[in-house]
């Protein structure tokens, strides 16, 4: 079957994130786009996911659960899983190799963890999440590849925070897709798939570059989980081992 | 040497003049947001290609007096908003970052 994907957007966890933006209101605008699968990928965290895990439950969408992370080159990386206290695991690694640098909600914006119904539970201040982790480009693919993450670089074409930009040029690593903005060679994404994303920061960015993918029969478990070997296959990618 | 002295040291153009005058520090050139957050000055000019906001949210809580943006770089109307609100120096140049560097040290090391 042919879905609607979207596998990156944020919510106001990340500081560049509108407070407007929260997991519900992700959840509810991609299920009346009719989105079919929809990543939450806030920078180098996933405290929003079980809000909005609970959110795509309600609106009938399949979830991936993750988060943006920066490498130490500031190249931005979506690491995906299937469920969320996976998210939250790797979530907490990523904190682990973070920098200490404080958060200042005045320059950066406010970083907030909220419920599923946008109470808001806690305000991270002890770092600003988009901050560098320590982590280069291949060690950080390697990392969630390991964790059974579907690897997908952010916005490869992109003068900021994209491989081209940073690192001049797309390494070879553990990843599965290619996010790009514009349309890309497959020479320059290394024989991956090019998928595009809609990097919502506000709620009228949702959806606005999904991509189609055929999905075989049975790529959700009967949890409601989505099958990440299902979406590799989906994406031209082999198995683990790849 | 002071901010307002940049534009007779390298050929730029002032993209955000919404600043307080006072004598720079020093420089520092990068384009990593966490080497600068981590390494430079307070009252620096930063040399660099990264023009966006966070570049400006870094400079502010780095104290920076300026940036320099190289490669004439087009700069966001957000990067702009962001630098008039903090009072952040911004020019944009057409050199790169080692030419722009170097003409920067040699004036604020009196070998200009």
Sequence with gaps: MRVLCDLHN??????CGSLELSPRVLAERAAALGLGLVALTDHNSALNCPAFAENARRAGLAALYGAEATTSEEVHVLCLFGRVEEALGFGRFLAEHAPPFPHDARLF??????????????????????AALDLDFGGLCAAAASRGALVVPAHVDRSANGAFAQLGFLPEASYDAVEALGPLDA????????????????????????FALDLEEGWMFADGSVDLEALRRALGRAGPGR | MNIGDIPSVLPCALAQG????RPLSGGFAGDLLSDVMGKAKADAV??????????IAVASLAGLAAVVVCHGRPVPEEMLDAARDEGVAVFVTDLDPFEASGRLWA???GRA
């Design chain 1, 10 to 15: 944020h919510s106001c966890l990340s500081p």
């Design chain 1, 109 to 130: 914006g406010d970083q907030a963890v909220v419920d599923a119904d946008e109470n808001v539970l806690e305000l991270v201040e002890e770092r600003w999440l988009v």
């Design chain 1, 187 to 210: 020479e320059r994404a290394l024989g991956r798939r090019v998928i595009t994303g809609s990097d919502a920061h506000h709620p009228e960015q949702v959806g606005r570059r999904a």
């Design chain 2, 18 to 21: 919404s600043y307080e005058d």
């Design chain 2, 46 to 55: 930063l040399v660099t290609v990264q023009a966006h906001r966070n570049t």
């Design chain 2, 107 to 109: 004036a604020l090391n």
